[in-house]
Nanobody
Framework: QVQVVESGGGSVQPGGSLRLSCAASGTIFSIDVMGWFRQAPGKERELVAAISRGQNTNVADSVKGRFTISGDNVKNTVSLQMNGLKPEDTAVYYC???????????WGQGTQVTVSS
């Protein structure tokens, strides 16, 4: 059994910052990739950023230069620092973890980020 739990999120004005954190726990041998997707109302879920066990990162063009992803392989955690937030960043953000031994993807429950003046 694997649990993925997010924290952070909330409401902020345009130009503000938020930090999302995520921790995976349970029966975990090794995690290949952890990252974040987001889904805005009426839109498909999209990848925001991901980080591999080797600390290689993949960041969506729409947030590049504003969002930074970081991870800790020992603690099985990942964080997303979001600066310069825009109204179009408003969405539910989902953390995920891809386990190396099973190849399965586990999702968090999602956390709301709202950017509005």
């Amino acid at each position: 059994q694997v649990q993925v739990v997010e924290s952070g999120g909330g409401s902020v004005q345009p130009g503000g910052s938020l930090r999302l954190s995520c921790a995976a726990s349970g029966t975990i041998f090794s995690i290949d990739v952890m990252g974040w997707f987001r889904q805005a109302p009426g839109k498909e879920r999209e990848l925001v950023a991901a980080i591999s066990r080797g600390q290689n990162t993949n960041v969506a063009d729409s947030v590049k230069g504003r969002f930074t992803i970081s991870g800790d392989n020992v603690k099985n955690t990942v964080s997303l620092q979001m600066n310069g937030l825009k109204p179009e960043d408003t969405a539910v953000y989902y953390c995920y973890a891809d386990l190396a031994n099973s190849g399965r993807r586990y999702w968090g429950q999602g956390t709301q980020v709202t950017v509005s003046s």
